[in-house]
């Protein structure tokens, strides 16, 4: 079975700052990972993924990912946040072999002026 | 290209009343999935279709909650009766089958159970 601990609940930062959620999992098998955002009264929309080959997955709206299988890790980053960001952010994982996803406690992100 | 359309937006009901919630995957989508995101947490899948048949229900408390995909299309998820701990939003998701591990979301239907 497929966990996902997201390791901070909110995340604050100034408008055109970095920013970097993290993401952790654990799994017996391969994995699958997914970065999905979530709007106000909207449902979740694909960021990115890493299926295989490069570890470093590049996204939607200057997103990025890291995938670091000896730590274990799949943090989402982004050099310069826009108040357009703020949103919630989850991290979810599936094993290979059309196994379910299991999402993270998702990150709420707020961008300040 | 259309996305996943679900209906109604939001819902309030008193506890022990039931409930339906209708589902329309993107066309040519073989899989169809029902989550529950209750507050402050990720979506948790309830059941997942493929066609119109069912694929795994495992958390998907069927005392109470049924769900069913006739002619492998459009899907129905129903909560009969309600609980106040069945607030929750109720995403639909769909994907081209079982193996494509992208997965389209719909907006959501909210509901409040008083």
């Known amino acids: 079975a497929q966990s996902v601990t997201q390791l901070d609940s909110q995340v604050p930062v100034f408008e055109e700052a970095p920013v970097e959620l993290r993401c952790n999992y654990s799994?017996?098998?391969?994995?699958?990972l997914f970065w999905y955002v979530q709007y106000p009264n909207q449902g979740l929309q694909l960021l990115l993924k890493?299926?295989?080959?490069?570890?470093l997955v590049k996204g939607i709206n200057g997103f990025e990912a890291e995938f670091n299988k000896s730590q274990t890790s799949f943090h989402l980053r982004k050099p310069s946040v826009h108040i357009s960001d703020t949103a919630e952010y989850f991290c979810a994982v599936t094993g290979q072999g059309a196994q379910k996803l299991v999402f993270g406690q998702g990150t709420r992100l707020t961008i300040n002026p | 290209e259309a996305g996943v359309a679900q209906s109604p937006r939001y819902k309030i009901i008193e506890k022990r009343q039931s409930v339906a919630f209708w589902c329309n995957p993107i066309s040519g989508h073989a899989t169809l999935y029902w989550y529950q995101q209750i507050l402050g947490q990720g979506p948790k899948l309830l059941i997942q279709f493929q066609n119109n048949g069912v694929v795994d229900d495992s958390q998907l408390p069927k005392d109470r909650f049924s769900a069913e995909r006739l002619k492998g299309v459009d899907s129905t998820l129903k909560i009969q009766p309600a609980k106040l701990e069945d607030s929750a939003v109720y995403l639909c998701?769909?994907?081209?089958?079982?193996?494509?591990?992208?997965?389209?979301f719909g907006p959501g239907t909210r509901l409040t159970v008083l």
């Open positions: 890493y299926l295989s080959g490069s570890t």
């Open positions: 998701a769909s994907s081209l089958n079982r193996l494509n591990n992208e997965q389209f």
């Open positions: 799994s017996s098998v391969s994995v699958y």
